[in-house]
């Protein structure tokens, strides 16, 4: 290629076509608090049933390799997190969703929905006169209300109003492999988390701290899996435990203490965790520790915030819960066309850490 005539020449990429047979996939790519969420445009069809634990259900069974090539390497990496956003189950809500990790489907993600939430309104398929106003969507773990704050076209804070959330179990104790006997609160917030104190572990959660606090996270969910049964009061599909989160003092002091979660398949939250700090609001509210209304701050590993706060007591099966409401920021980072060449070997997805 001639040296003057090489700008020109390599732009002819932009509008080259890959050959018939190759499926492709758009998708438009955020992240909230440092944590990614990609959001799945077109190109997959969308899972059937006739709600979201069902079409959850049917993603896993019929769908699952669109999962692992968007999410895994070489399109992806071992801490990916996506999202399909469906039609509506309910007739008030606006759009239904289901999100997807390294492992499989989760019944809920509060990063997930300020991210999208974030999407749909930026890219006007949410409008623009919707901004301020409840929005309904319909998740795995049950209805999410959210409300996203619009200035000039660019969303600056959504939050969210959450399903129930409580403490499962008060100061419980597991044998850990390579640990010995932990000290744990089980909670739900969207999803089951065993919360630990990281200081008990001598950890800080910075970032540095990376591998060991994936290797202390999946010893001690798999630790607490095999002692303990779980049961979600209404949903039998929920009624496992998505992973691990410790707490330790924040870093800020205007923050209250820092999260950091593993979740699935040894997958570190690069955020505060939507859920997880669901289910700490719960729990300082049943050790009353926190009061109605009273909000607090919750950083992640990387020193991103989450607010949260209770903004009601309820009694959910036989627990006494809280709806929790969580807020954040999230921002849109690009959108691509990934295309799934059947002849690829290795295109079906693989993960390496």
Request: a negative charge.
């Amino acid at each position: 290629m001639e040296k003057h005539r090489f700008p020109a020449a390599l732009a002819r990429a932009i509008g080259w076509q890959p050959r018939a047979g190759v499926e492709r996939v758009t998708v438009l790519d955020a992240h909230t608090g440092g944590e990614p969420l990609r959001i799945l445009l077109a190109g997959m069809p969308l899972p059937e049933g006739n709600s979201v634990l069902s079409r959850r259900r049917d993603a896993r069974d019929r769908l699952d390799h669109y999962r692992r090539a968007l999410m895994w390497e070489p399109r992806g990496h071992a801490d990916m997190y996506g999202c399909i956003v469906l039609p509506p189950d309910t007739a008030d809500a606006h759009f239904g969703v289901l999100f997807l990790h390294n492992e499989g489907y989760s019944s809920m993600c509060g990063h997930g929905i300020i991210a999208v939430v974030t999407a749909l309104f930026e890219t006007g398929v949410l409008p623009a006169e919707l901004a301020g106003q409840e929005i309904h969507i319909d998740a795995p773990a049950g209805r999410i209300v959210a409300v996203a704050d619009v200035h000039a076209g660019r969303v600056t804070q959504v939050r969210f109003r959450n399903v129930p959330s409580f403490l499962a179990l008060r100061d419980a104790v597991a044998e850990v492999p390579g640990v010995g006997t932990l000290r744990f609160d089980l909670a739900f917030g969207g999803a089951f988390y065993a919360y630990v104190d990281a200081t008990t572990l001598g950890l800080a959660l910075l970032p540095g701290e990376y591998r060991r606090i994936i290797e202390l996270g999946s010893a001690i969910k798999q630790a607490v899996m095999a002692q303990f049964a779980l049961e979600h009061p209404s949903e039998p599909d929920l009624s496992f435990l998505y992973g691990t989160i410790f707490v330790a003092p924040a870093q800020d002091p205007a923050n209250h203490s820092r999260n950091c979660c593993v979740f699935a398949d040894g997958e570190v939250d690069r955020s505060p965790t939507g859920t997880g700090v669901s289910g700490r609001a719960a729990i300082h509210v049943a050790r009353g520790e926190l009061g109605i209304g009273e909000e607090i701050r919750i950083e992640s590993l990387l020193g991103s915030v989450f607010g949260v706060r209770a903004v009601e007591r309820l009694r959910f099966g036989t627990h006494e819960a809280i709806v929790p409401e969580v807020s954040g920021r999230a921002a849109l980072t690009g959108r691509s066309e990934f295309w799934l060449d059947p002849e690829d070997t290795l295109g079906g997805g693989f993960l390496l850490r």
